[in-house]
């Protein structure tokens, strides 16, 4: 069983859109990474957060250590923000299997 | 520029090949991993180092080692290559920091290796 889960694994998004990709752990963590992938590969590092909430443009992370529980919400959706979204548990950096965001103008 | 670099973007190997992956970071980061990536399976860790000389066991090491002799590099080596192994590799590398001084982690480019 993967220590990392994230739901959905696919969403398909109208261009404006408010969206949320949720993320949740079964290991004590001190920290938790998210990652965007875009297609042909190239990771970027978006958000490591301990708690509380991070803001980055129009990407806000949450996180939950004691629900073990994270969330990445992107506003004002944009076709440019089409990419797999991808969370990892900071130390060993074990990641979840991605979500696939599609954004349509 | 930070940079983690991959010493191959595409690889094509043969079968029973032995074949070298190569990281190197210009950051001093003491945090080094290699996973491989495959459709509907995610990143998955293969081997990380915590120093120079130190490896530890991700959750698919089987077929693969690692070596870590320099601070700066990372490499993963197929010992015999198999078709099973045909996968995008990723390195990446972080910092431990101190006390809440987390730092993110660094990806390199990534190296699709086809075993024929």
């Known amino acids: 069983k993967n220590e990392v889960e994230q739901s959905p694994q696919n969403l398909t998004a109208q261009e404006g859109e408010f969206i949320t990709i949720n993320c949740s752990y079964s290991?004590?963590?001190?920290?938790l990474h998210w990652l965007q992938q875009h297609p042909g590969g190239g990771i970027v590092s978006l958000f490591m957060l301990s708690s509380g909430k991070k803001k980055h443009g129009r990407l806000i992370a949450t996180i939950n250590i004691q629900e073990k529980h994270s969330s990445l919400h992107i506003t004002a959706s944009h076709p440019r923000d089409s990419a797999v979204y991808i969370c990892?548990?900071?130390?060993?950096?074990?990641f979840g299997a991605g979500t696939r965001l599609t954004v349509k103008p | 520029d930070v940079k983690v670099t991959q010493s191959s973007r595409y690889l094509v190997k043969r079968t029973g090949e032995k074949v070298f992956l190569e990281c190197v970071q210009d950051?001093?980061?003491?945090?080094m991993f290699w996973y491989r990536q495959d459709p509907g399976l995610g990143l998955r860790l293969i081997y990380f180092?915590?120093?120079?000389?130190?490896?530890e066991k991700g959750d698919i090491p089987e077929g693969y080692s690692v070596s870590r002799e320099k601070k700066e590099r990372f490499s993963l080596i197929l010992e015999s290559a198999s078709t099973n192994q045909t996968s995008m590799y990723l390195c990446?590398?972080?910092?431990?920091?101190?006390?809440?001084?987390?730092?993110?982690?660094?990806f390199g480019q990534g190296t699709r290796l086809t075993v024929v």
């Open positions: 990892a548990a900071r130390g060993d950096m074990r």
């Open positions: 290991v004590g963590i001190s920290a």
């Open positions: 950051m001093d980061h003491e945090n």
């Open positions: 180092s915590y120093d120079v000389k130190m490896k």
């Open positions: 990446a590398s972080s910092s431990t920091g101190t006390g809440a001084r987390y730092t993110e982690a660094f």
